[in-house]
């Protein structure tokens, strides 16, 4: 048997007080003792009501797309026989609004980007490792930079290690006889 509207209604008003607990930083086990059930069932609860809000969200939003898609369509109909009777204004109008359309469904095909390397020829990028991602970035505000060779094993995180690096093997210097 199914529980009844007012039991939702109470379980709906405590995942929504839950999350609230849960965002002001108070553990499953905190939030557990408060209602009083076990914290295996808060933690549950928890999961519960974020997949419901993240449901939600999703419904919210392919609804606004059907509704928009819906006026989209009504527009493009209403200038779809002018257009095709050669009507210029129309056809750019019909072309916006196909190009709305396709948009608002994922539709556009993604562009390719090329990043311009020295003397304006592409710059190889092939595995998209972080160090060869971190070599391109230090190249890419350079004038006439050449491309550096790439190390994947190289260790881009952080430009001071090297001054630091240096400073050391400076200070050894200074130590010896």
Do not use: C
């Amino acid at each position: 048997m199914p529980p009844s509207k007012a039991k939702q209604a109470l379980v709906a008003k405590r995942r929504s007080e839950m999350l609230i607990m849960k965002i002001q930083g108070r553990t499953s086990a905190q939030i557990g003792e408060h209602f009083g059930i076990s914290p295996a069932t808060a933690r549950s609860d928890l999961r519960r009501a974020i997949q419901k809000a993240r449901d939600m969200e999703v419904h919210d939003a392919e609804l606004y797309r059907f509704i928009q898609g819906s006026r989209l369509e009504t527009l493009l109909r209403g200038v779809w026989p002018d257009a095709s009777d050669g009507d210029l204004k129309a056809g750019e109008q019909a072309r916006k609004y196909i190009a709305d359309l396709t948009e608002l469904f994922g539709l556009k095909v993604p562009v390719r980007t090329e990043i311009s390397g020295p003397d304006g020829g592409a710059i190889p990028f092939s595995s998209g490792e972080a160090a060869e991602v971190m070599a391109l970035i230090d190249i890419s505000d350079r004038d006439n930079a050449e491309i550096p060779a790439i190390d994947p094993d190289a260790d881009y995180d952080d430009e001071d290690d090297e001054s630091a690096q240096e400073t050391d093997d400076e200070d050894d210097s200074d130590d010896s006889p």
